[in-house]
């Protein structure tokens, strides 16, 4: 089956600098890669996703970027705001009908005021 | 988006009794819905696969007479903890999707303490 890594599991970073997140992905048929956010107690929010026919995504102050050859994808957050601390997870999994998502580990991040 | 809704949100229950937990699409049908569990600290981990009129399929090392299933309807997925102890202690989960979608969403989520 599938396997997602993730790194780092922790990461702080200064309010106003850039946080980046790296996933490897272990399933070559996999094609769909969506981020999640996911607060203390709360249900994961899809932030962005990403499929496999593209290599790189924006949506304001977040970007995700995919190697496909390589099996990676990472998740990039600029000019990060207090507001931005969560969890962030990556996931993989094959789009269309009902695909299960695996997950990666996590990574928690801190922004600093 | 669509609606994933989750009942109750916080259980506790003495060890040794069942919790059912539900879980409802509320503006679309869902033929599929996942069960999650999130211990603290800790990734999503998907537990099953809940399939309208048939039968849930479970990933490995999850026991189906322990963690009962039930997807009735097209709206509607159970999960029954049976004979809780303190270890069932998570953050149960579920999710779905409208067919057209491959975006998942997600339930808000049950806190299940086993004291």
């Known amino acids: 089956g599938e396997n997602v890594e993730q790194h780092p599991s922790t990461l702080s970073v200064q309010e106003g600098d850039s946080a980046v997140i790296k996933c490897t992905y272990s399933?070559?048929?996999?094609?769909?890669f969506p981020w999640y956010k996911q607060e203390l107690g709360k249900r994961p929010q899809l932030i962005i996703d990403?499929?496999?026919?593209?290599g790189e995504k924006k949506d304001q102050r977040i970007a995700v970027t995919l190697n496909k050859t390589a099996k990676h994808f990472s998740l990039h957050i600029t000019e990060t705001q207090p507001e931005d601390s969560a969890v962030y997870f990556c996931?993989?999994?094959?789009?269309?009908?009902?695909?299960?998502?695996?997950f990666g580990t996590g990574t928690k991040l801190q922004v600093i005021p | 988006g669509a609606v994933v809704s989750q009942h109750p949100s916080r259980v506790i229950c003495k060890s040794g009794t069942s919790v059912k937990i539900e879980c409802r699409s509320l503006d679309f049908q869902a033929t599929t819905m996942f069960w999650y569990r999130q211990f603290p600290k800790q990734s999503l981990m998907l537990m099953a696969t809940s399939n309208e009129g048939s039968k849930a399929t479970y990933e490995q090392g999850v026991e189906k007479d322990k963690f009962l299933i039930n997807h009735a309807s097209l709206t509607l997925s159970t999960l029954t903890v049976t004979s809780a102890h303190p270890e069932d202690s998570s953050f149960y989960i579920c999710s779905s999707k409208p067919p057209s979608y491959n975006e998942q969403f997600f339930g808000p989520g049950t806190r299940l303490t086993v004291l």
């Open positions: 399933d070559s048929a996999s094609n769909y």
């Open positions: 996931a993989a999994s094959l789009s269309g009908g009902y695909q299960k998502v695996t």
């Open positions: 990403i499929r496999s026919n593209v």
